[in-house]
């Protein structure tokens, strides 16, 4: 887990599955589980204003990767990174639950 984003209105975490870690321990233990082939990565985004969060994974998540690759090229301005991050929190349904 990597803490792309932080701000006044968002939180923008980019999630790794286990199974990208837990690889090179399998290269030297062949009786290791077996790694899951469909290992995905994916993308929180929290809008603190509302208190929702939405998670991308699959296409979603590749045209958000797409999206921050962009951000690297283009170096946008923070009112930029917010109004793109509006747009994706306009999809967020699921309350913040603090566990």
């Known amino acids: 887990m990597h803490m792309l984003y932080d701000s006044e209105s968002f939180v923008v975490v980019h999630m790794l599955p286990d199974a990208v870690e837990k690889k090179s321990a399998?290269?030297?233990?062949d009786t290791a589980p077996a790694v899951p082939q469909l290992a995905r990565h994916g993308f929180e985004i929290v809008d603190k204003r509302s208190g929702k969060e939405v998670y991308l994974d699959g296409s979603w998540a590749e045209m958000f990767q797409e999206q921050i690759l962009a951000w690297q090229r283009d170096t946008p301005?923070?009112?930029e990174v917010e109004d793109a991050l509006d747009r994706y929190a306009g999809l967020a349904q699921n309350?913040?639950?603090v566990h």
């Open 77 to 79: 301005t923070q009112e």
């Open 95 to 97: 309350p913040v639950v």
């Open 26 to 29: 399998q290269v030297l233990n």
